[in-house]
């Protein structure tokens, strides 16, 4: 099962943030939080990861608590082809401990409208 | 184009018939996963590569399922007898273990069982 909660859907004005929420309380301290999305009928496209500290990159932002129990991926000007299902998804390194498979939900899905 | 690669991208076969799917990873990417994927919910781990060993196998895969990767570079899923129910997406990704282990998806093959 997977080991995040994330609202199965969401919507977002062309041009704004686009806010995206997971809860992953039962964290453990070497596990990292990935962010994928996978637009209709492709595959996942990797977007970022981060395991303390807050992280940018130039697709998104990832804001992870203190207590690391939640995250918000941040996409800072929505366009219409960042429509896609966004998912959530904890995971340690196989190095350390860590499964080598991703444990997908089901996703948000963001619709971003004109 | 340097991205993970599968192929073919669509299948249509009939119920009981043999089909074999590729997928060539990111060059120099040591790991190798196959993912399915049905419709409305996330993908789900098959099994997985390192170089040309295969490591875990899910119980998903039944023993009409086959996967390899001779060489350590691609790899081949191959589905005997195929049913109704294996109508799905079949993701490819790959990953480098120096990379934070990052997964990178390929397009997916699209069966669908007649």
């Known amino acids: 099962d997977a080991k995040t909660t994330q609202p199965p859907s969401m919507d977002c004005a062309e041009g704004r943030a686009a806010n995206l929420p997971c809860n992953h309380s039962?964290?453990?301290?070497?596990?990292?939080v990935y962010w994928y999305r996978q637009i209709h009928s492709q595959g996942p496209q990797y977007i970022i990861h981060?395991?303390?500290n807050n992280e940018t990159n130039e697709m998104a932002s990832l804001i992870i608590t203190e207590d690391r129990k939640s995250s918000t991926l941040i996409l800072p000007h929505a366009t219409l082809r960042d429509t896609a299902v966004y998912y959530c998804?904890?995971?340690?390194?196989?190095?350390?401990?860590?499964?080598?498979?991703?444990?997908f939900g089901k996703g948000t899905k963001l619709t971003v409208n004109p | 184009d340097t991205g993970v690669s599968q192929d073919p991208r669509h299948k249509i076969t009939k119920r009981g018939q043999n089909v074999t799917f590729r997928c060539d990873p990111i060059s120099e990417h040591n790991r190798l996963y196959w993912y399915r994927q049905t419709l409305g919910q996330g993908p789900e781990f098959l099994t997985y590569?390192?170089?040309?060993?295969?490591?875990?196998k899910s119980r998903l895969l039944s023993d009409r399922f086959s996967a390899e990767r001779p060489k350590g570079s691609f790899s081949t899923l191959e589905i005997q007898r195929t049913e109704q129910g294996d109508s799905a997406m079949y993701l490819c990704?790959?990953?480098?273990?120096?990379?934070?282990?990052?997964?990178?998806f390929g397009p997916g093959t699209r069966l669908l069982v007649l």
């Open positions: 990704a790959s990953s480098l273990t120096r990379d934070q282990e990052t997964q990178y």
């Open positions: 590569f390192q170089n040309e060993a295969q490591l875990e």
């Open positions: 981060g395991l303390k």
């Open positions: 998804i904890v995971r340690a390194l196989i190095t350390q401990g860590g499964s080598e498979k991703l444990v």
């Open positions: 039962t964290i453990s301290g070497n596990e990292y």
